[in-house]
């Protein structure tokens, strides 16, 4: 089975003046309204600039948050319409405007996804423009994978382009159900590029080193399991390490745990000496009694009673910094505290500098540790910034992604 790539499509059929559906992550971070982080709409661009230089008429297609079903002025891409329009015109003014179809694109918008209002829409769109429609989450039909909804859209469309890794681990109506309804589909440039990257976890150069961080051990519990068969170093942090430490015996006061899955921590602990990876937890622990910008913060190797951890200490920072610098391969997903706030935010720039300064080839995912990344600034020194999160880890598990698979042919 293979997938045919966006250049491939373009080299056979002529796009100009079809409708080209294209689902991409737009799933960005809203302020009042407005685009906080616009770097999964910088993402997708070489897609819409590839498709808007060969005249098509490009459908663009997103979720935005979980509306479930409901319409929420708050989660409504309208304001990202005009987010993607000044992002492209930001890009061809830096490029000089070389080779693109018109220096100052068209990103038009749609009340809906799918009607009369959207079929209108998409009949007013000129070539080399693009149409962002409504929020797709507002219909239920979308996350259900009804398969009406999926006609609905489907109808809708000359030509299918999956651009959204972010999505791919997600059976839904854009992402698989209009599939093949649509006679030609491809991969975008974006899901392309990151399915590439992601084959050097398969098959890493050793020593394969992982940081893990976050909340849950139940939001990585499988890839934690799949991880111990095949790295040489899984360091963890984030509140999921008091999980692993209560396991252990130890003392973590406060600190975020989750008591229901003690004997999780205790089975992964056991299979890493088994298999004999190295596991690394924190030795020493930022800790405060309140999580808030002002609260006094102090440095710990057994933590209080009273007080919960909020950041690996810089011991541990140190070991995990050494782990990374030796590596041939890093995977970092999760940060290593609160980073968000200043006093807590050590941990995670020590080993975000660490993974940015070695010679490893070296993946960061998951929308945590991407924020992290670009607020750090060293996102230009790492080898590829994955904008998934979950379809990430589920790739790394050997998991079939679903948006994948739905654009395999014979």
Not at 87 to 113: E, Y
Not at 286 to 293: A, D, G, H, M, Y
Request: charge should be negative; proline fraction near 5%.
């Amino acid at each position: 089975m293979a997938i045919q790539s966006l250049d491939a499509l373009l080299a056979v059929i002529p796009v100009a003046g079809k409708r080209v559906f294209v689902r991409a992550d737009l799933n960005v971070p809203m302020a009042d309204g407005q685009v906080a982080d616009d770097s999964r709409i910088l993402a997708s661009l070489p897609t819409l600039e590839r498709l808007l230089a060969a005249d098509a008429r490009i459908v663009l297609a997103s979720h935005l948050g979980r509306p479930r079903g409901q319409r929420e002025a708050t989660l409504s891409l309208a304001p990202i319409a005009l987010a993607i329009e000044r992002a492209l015109a930001t890009a061809r003014g830096q490029a000089g405007q070389a080779g693109t179809a018109s220096p100052h694109p068209k990103v038009r918008f749609a009340s809906d996804c799918v009607g009369d209002e959207a079929r209108k829409a998409i009949d007013e769109l000129a070539n080399g423009e693009i149409l962002l429609l409504e929020n797709l989450r507002f219909h239920a039909a979308e996350t259900e994978n009804d398969p009406d909804f999926a006609r609905a859209l489907a109808s809708l469309a000359d030509v299918y382009v999956n651009d959204a890794f972010g999505t791919a681990h997600r059976a839904h109506a854009s992402t698989t159900g209009m599939v093949p309804f649509v006679e030609q589909t491809a991969a975008g440039l974006l899901l392309e590029r990151e399915l590439d990257a992601l084959q050097a976890l398969l098959d890493p150069v050793r020593p394969f080193v992982c940081l893990l961080g976050g909340a849950k051990v139940s939001d990585k519990l499988g890839v934690l399991e799949a991880l111990l068969e095949r790295a040489d170093t899984i360091a963890v942090g984030g509140a999921m390490a008091y999980t692993f430490l209560a396991a252990r015996g130890d003392r973590v006061g406060r600190s975020r745990l989750e008591p229901d899955r003690l004997d999780d921590a205790k089975r992964i602990l056991l299979r890493a000496r088994e298999r004999g990876c190295e596991l690394l937890l924190p030795s020493d622990h930022v800790v405060t009694t309140q999580i808030e910008p002002a609260a006094r913060a102090q440095t710990v190797t057994t933590i209080p009673d009273d007080s919960m951890a909020v950041d690996i200490g810089p011991e541990t920072a140190e070991r995990y910094a050494a782990a990374a610098l030796q590596a041939g391969t890093i995977l970092w997903n999760g940060p290593m505290g609160i980073f968000e706030i200043d006093a807590f935010s050590q941990g995670t720039e020590r080993v975000a500098r660490a993974v940015a300064k070695s010679n490893a080839r070296s993946i960061v995912g998951g929308g945590d540790s991407l924020a992290a990344v670009k607020k750090i600034g060293v996102g230009a020194e790492i080898d590829h910034l994955s904008t998934g999160g979950g379809a990430t880890l589920d790739f790394v598990q050997g998991l079939t992604l679903p948006g994948v698979a739905a654009l395999e042919r014979p």
